[in-house]
């Protein structure tokens, strides 16, 4: 049974940082494609970074330069650094594995005065 645990969110103010964590079980985490993904409310989820298996990188435009994500195969696990937040960052966080259905129950952030 595959398994996707985030952690990390919460409330932050504008210029503020949060690490997302996800953890992965039942799945051969070290092959696969990993992202972080968003939905704000009323708005569509879509893509904030991602990661191959040999650790290239992609970001939303949005996030360029502000945000990292990384991995540590050892552990199972994929992180989004998020630095310099903005309340337009303010939404509820997925971490996904590219090329099957499995999602994380989300972590929330806010980020607000």
């Known amino acids: 049974q595959v398994q996707l645990v985030e952690s990390g969110g919460g409330l932050v103010q504008p210029g503020g940082s949060l690490r997302l964590s996800c953890a992965a079980s039942?799945?051969?985490?070290?092959?696969?494609?990993m992202g972080w993904y968003r939905q704000a409310s009323g708005k569509e989820r879509e893509l904030v970074a991602a990661?191959?298996?040999?650790?290239?990188?992609n970001y939303a435009d949005s996030v360029k330069g502000r945000f990292t994500i990384s991995r540590d195969n050892d552990k199972n696990t994929v992180y989004l650094q998020m630095n310099s937040l903005k309340p337009e960052d303010t939404a509820a966080y997925y971490c996904?594995?590219?090329?099957?259905?499995?999602w994380g129950q989300g972590t929330q952030v806010t980020v607000s005065s």
């Open positions: 039942g799945i051969m985490f070290r092959i696969y494609a």
């Open positions: 996904h594995v590219h090329g099957g259905p499995y």
């Open positions: 990661i191959t298996s040999g650790g290239s990188t």
